[in-house]
């Protein structure tokens, strides 16, 4: 193992984008703190992780919505390596039902695992990165976030947005100081989360679509559209197209 290898915690690791970046970032020999609360899964991933790429991998069992153990998994990760040098805030649900249709403890459910338990691990991971003087925390939103959605995505949609606009306003905190924010907006990437879905527009495999996410996440940038092409063009036209046009799209 590499002692000077850089430490990542990624939460919503155990299947989906978090094991596919988790494979990303192995890859290019970070050390890897993997949370979520299948630990059976996040056992089978650090053993193919470990034997593979000769990694260190540390693994806590993590319901986000349990607020308070958010902070002490995080402050666990910090104690086990030394230091977390980035923390991608990946957890997450894509449940929804139209609003007004009886479906409120659903819609309720997306947005407090989107952005109430986004917000528990980000104030979580501030406060490490503010006494290290030091990291990069990621947030995954989704290109759901850029307009208000009809149908099932009105709440995700609405609970992601809310999670960028966090991610905007903690980067405001931190201009002046080391620490880097990114906000990164995945397309349509096929996970087990949609695996039942019809074909989605422009979609792409989880490895593909992973393999983006991790190399759009090493630029550190601001914001970040993923596969950059064609969705860093769709953002600009759902930005400004009249919203009965969005409408038709969904």
Known sequence: MN??????????????L??????GFAELGYNLALCARRSDRLEALKQELTSRYGIRVELLCLDVNNHAEVFCVFREFQRLFGRIDRIVVNAGVGEGR????????????????????????????????REQNSGHLVTISSMSAVRGLPKHL??????????????????????????????????????????????????????????????????????????????????FCMRVLPLRWIVKFN
């Open 3 to 16: 002692a000077n290898a850089k430490n990542v915690v990624i939460t919503g690791a155990s299947s989906g």
């Open 18 to 23: 978090g094991a596919g970046m988790a494979r």
């Open 154 to 235: 009105t709440a995700y949609a609405a609970s992601k947005a809310a999670l960028a606009h966090l991610t905007e306003g903690i980067r405001a905190e931190l201009l002046s100081t080391p620490i880097r924010v990114s906000t990164i907006f995945p397309g349509y990437i096929r996970t087990e989360l949609n695996a039942g879905a019809k074909k989605l527009p422009f979609e792409v495999s989880e490895e593909t679509g992973c393999r983006a996410l991790v190399a759009a996440i090493e630029r550190k940038p601001t914001t970040a559209y993923v596969p950059a092409w064609p969705w860093r063009f769709f953002a």
């Open 98 to 129: 139209r609003i007004g249709s009886g479906h409120f403890d659903i819609n309720r459910c997306t947005a407090e695992t989107n952005f109430i338990a986004a917000l528990a691990q980000c104030e979580a991971a501030v406060e490490i990165f």
